[in-house]
């Protein structure tokens, strides 16, 4: 192999770093906290935001941008907003840098501070909330679906490729409403259209649920979410959808005039998700060889091999893949031939499971005088030898067989690994040596909820949509509960 | 009318102001010198950005993203680049807020002082250039043809919508290469692309030319450029393209082994355009009534105003805009059915004029009664009535027709304004009286070229590729010269 990996058994958190950066996802930069999205890395997310996009659109919002730029003073508006926010943020002080008149390079010139700090963008409801003061009068000018695609920039202290980066990138919908009805219909809309994202286009199951009012987003009434599960048991938030109820309005002072010609407060919600999603991504489906990509969002879904001796071998396979490229494409299927003479195949193969391309073809010269080729898929490993006359649709029909048993491996083991436990001991018993979700009664309290999470690093993931009501006893309390939650440890 | 608009003639500023603003392109934010991009105005950009991304890669690039933050350092790494650069910049010197202990909301947490500043890039050639060097060792690992969309900042202190803000969005290609031929090549060819993007989408001929070495990007060997003719005469730069010899693999210290086994400084480029071209594409083509965009890039190319009275008729001009929508749509062109009942139709034509859908539909129930619709193009402002059989195609045929003739008219005011003169007294009436590009001869020195600047206002906008060699005088000092430049007052 050319580069090797860690093995997840090894150093599960290693081996997801290898598989980032060997893999040409993204890499660390000069600015602490801060990723480079590499071309390859890049190309994934572009897939994954045209999707995302599409469905956003297919839903009635619009893109727009806001300023990257949030004023001080607007933080302090929203009380519970600031309180989740604040902390953490890079603030811009000075507009101007100067030769330093003691030549040492350039310096910030002392006279060009700002009269009111200027904090790089967290997330936007402040700014955006400013905005909609301006855009909305009437019911008329109602619902606003907007939403964004941006950088934005938390400066977290303990950072980890795509998982949790001082700067990334993502998309915030940011939408207002005449009544609450609709804004929670949009939310839960919003938390379905990410779920089915998800899964269909990352393969990926989630569940979808709400917050407990302590995981709660800053700001928020509800807090929808969906939550994945990775392969060493620990769970990730993959997208979250608020309802904001009239919180920003009401600090930006945002009233409609309604049919009834009355002036309310207008209703809102926001959603995102985020360059995290490739986190996941990998988590979930990568093995100790490298990325497993599902092929509907794989930058290149075939790689096309060919193994030759000398050049008139390498003519005639040349024009036997030509051909089978020009129907891959002809189908809208992403295909490359690698027939860069600087690499072997056993290298080739090698880098291009590494790099998870759901499909591998080898043209061999034998092969073809055989009228066959090997086709390999990346997910299984397994290997076939199928004659050349209808390869193209065999791999279109390989490709969907691949994306769906993708899907239905981490469905499987996601259902495997959430745990229904009873009793305190069996709860830490699953935590410590099972992993995955714990479905357990608790007694709705925060401090219960805190209790658990000191003693053993478990949160409450969510309340499932449409959970099962029945009566049972907090694992932790013993106190009465109507229904089970989500525990887990998690990213 | 709904919204009044200023006239050209009565105030040029305002009535660009008026069309962007009043036009729901782009409104200012409060945030000094950062604007917001509005619904309408960023589905034009999307337009745009997906048009050009094309073009990037089917020209072998691809995207990758790189850090908002520069470090300070870097920005003196390349001394030529920081002249250029380094004045204006948005700061950052810290990364916490904290509650105010005195109460008074938050405040800037002063133990949380960055030890070296980070510059919020005005562009990206020092970070890019750092992470080169851990991308390239051999020749093998060029070229290097990454193209990055991204928001950048330069603290402007006069701002105009989407001409100069503080923050705009934009592309910048950062190419590397083995050879000085091969990059010079890049350079030129991504020149060639932005020209064709201009020409043949946004319907705005450009003269391709090279900067004078005072004109140069901060770091260029060779600057080149598309200057447009904006309708008040002054020029404006739609685009450059650098190319930046091996100064930043020298600043940064990227070298590579080449065939021969020598160790070389890479060879680089660098090319952008921004958010600045729709402000270029406003001037060039509105009219006092509003926007005219040219089809191509239209967020909506056509609009249909049912003119009814009661429900019945309404039912039955629906039903036919419907057959009249699908037929659009299967051609992939972008229509909307405004059937708003809170508008008359005066009304939505007014609006939509201010908008610059290319073609408006008016379809009435004697129209649909005599099987003919209303065809309006907003370009001439020419109604025409035609038969509802064949509407499709005529509509069709009719937005290639407002494309190509946006071009022609742009183009005939264009070579209208490119004035030959020989002597000083000419050069300045002209640039007084007519405006435009002024075509003159020129001595070659950054001090005439300074003291011309000084006394009139106008710049060399380029030495246009491919220019005609004669000899002549310099207007200003009667020195002698080889051939003429373009001058003009420009944006
Ligand atoms: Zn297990
Ligand atoms: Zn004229």
Redesign the interface.
Known sequence: MSKEITSREQDYSQWYNDLVIKGSLA?Y???RG??????YG??L??NMRDALDKMFKDTGH???????????????KEAAH?EGF??????????????DPNGG??V?DPEAKLEE????RPTSET?IW??YK?WIQSY?DLPIL?NQW??V?R?EMRTRLFLRTA?F?WQEGHTAHATPEEAIAETRQMLEVYATFAEEFMALPVIRGVKTESERFAGAVDTYCIEALMQDGKALQAGTSHFLGQNFAKAFDVKFLSKENQLEYVWATSWGVSTRLIGALVMAHSDDDGLVLPPKIAPLQVVIVPIYKGDEQKAQIGAKADEIMKGLKALGIRVKYDDND?ARPGWKFAEHELKGVPVRLALGARDLANNLVEVARRDTKAKESISLDGVVEHIEKLLVDIQQSMYNKAAAYREEHITKVDSWEEFEKVLDEKGGFVSAHWDGTAETEDAIKEKTKATIRCIPLNNTQEDGKCILTGKPSKERVLFARAY
């Open positions: 890499d930069s000069a600015v801060c990723m480079v999205i590499k071309p890049f190309a997310w572009e619009v893109n727009a941008y806001f300023p990257l730029f949030i004023p001080k003073s607007f933080l302090s600031v604040a902390k953490e943020c890079a603030v811009v002080t000075h507009y101007r840098l100067m030769n390079g350039i910030v700090e200027l904090i790089v700014i400013n905005t301006d008329r907007v941006a950088n920039v400066w700067e990138l600087n």
